[in-house]
């Protein structure tokens, strides 16, 4: 007997179902994609725990007919195209009838419906693949579909998903994209219960790309639209400075159907050219228009890919529309020079910045930050030119102190005639910046240090809501942080004290410790706090070696402050050991010892 036998038909479909359905955010991909089928100007979705537990799609489109409904969930079961020649001319996001069916075979789906020409709707419920129940229900026009448990009877598969963050991100992605391409359909999206997108219907363009993306990058947003030949490119690019580390908002559609390509990524980066930082991303919308014929959507399952037959032209007219754009816009060219007028400053080679570059870009990462910071820190941090005696000697506490230097990058030891004084480098700083800080923000005067570029934190949609709404406190000491759309907040300002040592793993953990306190004390406690945490992020560490040219500038700044004997928190910033103690310690004679002991011996 021979071994080859055709496959079961449920075993064909958990097969095939694994085509189109990834992860959560492809279900939601096709359920929207079903919904903008139905005519739906209202798209509402909401997810719980990265859509593993759940997703609801609801829309007000045309509802299925109750005829229909046993049938939708079939494979191959749609009512999209009918012959041959539809799929040439294909205008809907869906004709393979695949994705209910899929979604069916690996979750538990309950559709509820209703068309304007029944009187009643229909609950259809179908768990994982099995025969679908119909009943009666009823509902305003319409369709809501719900899936839950997905991927219970695959646990294989089920364990390959990817944390709910990180699956709650990719849907985020999903439904930004299919909303910035149209502003006139409504998408709303809920996320464990909190608001991530909310975008009303017929939105006008530049309006729905500023609900999506936030106030930051509207400001810089530039209007495209050119055409060639038959190709027609609209949307939006956002002027540099304004940019991401990675391609994540480099959005691009084809006839209105999100696509993501490679050549037209490289196109739209070849037009900003030398505008952008290294390792910083374009962020644009674009949509090409082109005829249809010329494209070919069949080419991969979820029609994530869309083939497009003269894609060289195609970068060619994205790469002209780009550029058109911007013009010979002033601001454009004024970044390019601010870029290298800094890389002179802080005296960076070409290889270096090429090598930060690639390591930039080798590591995805989501920050924005000022390309310069990290390197100017450098500069400060370079050991001073040999020290003579009398540049280590120094006024401090009423004497004379001679630097010794630091102990485990930790303490700073200085030497008097009396003993050692070992003083704890970070609460030392951290008392200097405190009380510095506090006394910019009591004179309403804070030194702030404005972002070439802002960065782009993504933050949990709590975290986000939170901080955002302490935006008003925290401007008041430096920094302006507003939401960049979705769970992200943009930060284009710091405290000036703050701002040559920041990084977004740093900012992070600040914003964290920011909401740690939770702003539900009284106003002047919050602001006194919030004063204490910025000097602590901003003053050197415990580890961090130090020249003697700094630690002198830190011992004269903590002299004239007026707490010095504590940081911030209360802790001592200094010990002092006396001479004699140590000598004590070891049973070394003090003078007077020695005196004593001439005296018995009668020795002069
Ligand atoms: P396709 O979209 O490729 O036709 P699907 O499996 O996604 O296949 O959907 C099957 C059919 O179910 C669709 O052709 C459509 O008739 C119907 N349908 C699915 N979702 C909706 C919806 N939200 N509103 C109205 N009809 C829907
Ligand atoms: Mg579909």
Redesign the pocket.
């Known amino acids: 007997m021979g071994k080859i036998r055709v496959l079961a038909e449920d075993l064909v479909s958990l097969i095939s179902a694994g085509e189109v359905i990834e992860n959560p955010s492809s279900i939601v991909k096709?359920?929207v994609?079903?919904?903008l089928?139905?005519g739906?100007n209202m798209i509402d979705i909401a997810i719980n725990e990265g859509g593993i537990r759940s997703i609801t799609v609801s829309?007000n489109?045309?509802?299925?007919l109750r005829d229909?409904c046993p049938v939708?969930l079939l494979r191959h079961?749609?009512?999209?195209i009918k012959t041959k020649e539809d799929i040439d001319e294909i205008s809907?996001?869906?004709?393979?009838?695949?994705?209910?069916?899929s979604i069916t075979s690996v979750a538990d789906v309950r559709i509820a419906?209703q068309t304007s020409n029944e009187e009643t709707g229909s609950l259809v419920t179908s768990r994982f693949g099995e025969n679908p129940t119909v009943v009666e229900t009823s509902r305003p026009k319409g369709?809501t579909?719900e899936v839950t448990d997905l991927f219970k009877n695959i646990p294989a598969r089920r364990k390959h998903l990817s944390d709910a963050r990180v699956e709650s991100q990719r849907i985020q992605e999903v439904v930004m994209k299919q909303a910035a391409i149209l502003p006139e359909i409504g998408f709303r999206l809920l996320r464990d219960g909190n608001t991530i997108i909310d975008c009303p219907p017929n939105q006008g363009a530049n309006d729905r790309i500023v609900s999506l993306w936030g106030i930051d990058v509207a400001k810089s947003l530039v209007s495209v639209d050119h055409s060639s030949g038959n190709i027609r490119i609209s949307g939006f690019v956002v002027r540099p400075p304004v940019s991401r580390g990675n391609r994540s908002r480099e959005y691009f559609s084809i006839l209105k159907r999100p696509i993501s390509d490679e050549h037209l990524s490289r196109a739209v980066e070849s037009a900003y050219s030398t505008t952008l930082m290294k390792g910083q991303y374009p962020i644009c919308a674009l949509d090409i228009s082109m005829e249809l014929s010329k494209v070919d959507v069949n080419v991969h399952p979820t029609k994530r890919e869309v083939r497009i037959l003269d894609i060289s032209k195609v970068c060619d007219v994205v790469k002209e529309a780009v550029r058109q754009a911007f013009g010979m816009s002033v601001e454009v060219e004024e970044t390019a020079t601010l870029q290298s007028s800094l890389d002179e400053t802080i005296g960076i080679t070409a290889e270096a910045s090429t090598a930060e570059s690639s390591q930039l870009s080798s590591q995805p990462s989501r920050h924005n930050q000022i390309a310069a910071a990290p390197l100017i820190e450098q500069t400060i941090l370079v050991p001073s030119s040999e020290s003579t005696e009398e540049d280590s000697e120094i006024d401090f506490l009423g004497g004379v102190f001679r630097i010794i230097g630091q102990m485990h990058d930790l303490y700073i030891l200085l030497e008097s005639e009396e003993g050692l004084l070992i003083i704890d480098q970070h609460a030392a700083h951290e008392r200097v910046l405190y009380e510095q800080l506090r006394k910019e923000v009591n004179q309403d005067r804070v030194a702030v240090q404005e972002l070439l570029q802002p960065f782009i934190l993504s933050l949990s949609p709590k975290d986000a809501e939170q901080i955002v709404d302490l935006a008003d406190t925290l401007e008041s000491i430096g920094y302006t942080i507003s939401s960049f759309g979705g769970n992200e907040v943009s930060i284009s300002t710091l405290p000036e004290i703050l701002g040559r040592t920041a990084s977004e793993t740093e900012l992070l953990a600040l914003i964290d410790r920011i909401l740690d306190l939770g702003g539900k004390e009284a106003e002047e406690t919050f602001m006194d706090n919030l004063v204490k945490v910025t000097a602590c992020h901003s003053a050197v560490r415990a580890g961090q070696s130090l020249s003697t040219d700094e630690i002198r500038d830190i011992i004269l700044e903590l002299s004239a402050t007026t707490g010095k004997y504590n940081c911030c928190h209360g802790r001592p910033s200094m010990i002092r050991i006396r001479k004699e103690d140590i000598d004590r310690s070891v049973g070394r004679m003090g003078a007077s010892a020695i005196a004593r002991y001439k005296a018995r011996h009668g020795l002069k």
């Open positions: 096709e359920l994609e079903n919904s089928d139905a739906a829309d489109g045309s509802g299925i229909d939708c079961s749609t009512s999209k809907t996001y869906g004709f393979r009838g695949e994705a209910l069916a419906t369709t579909i």
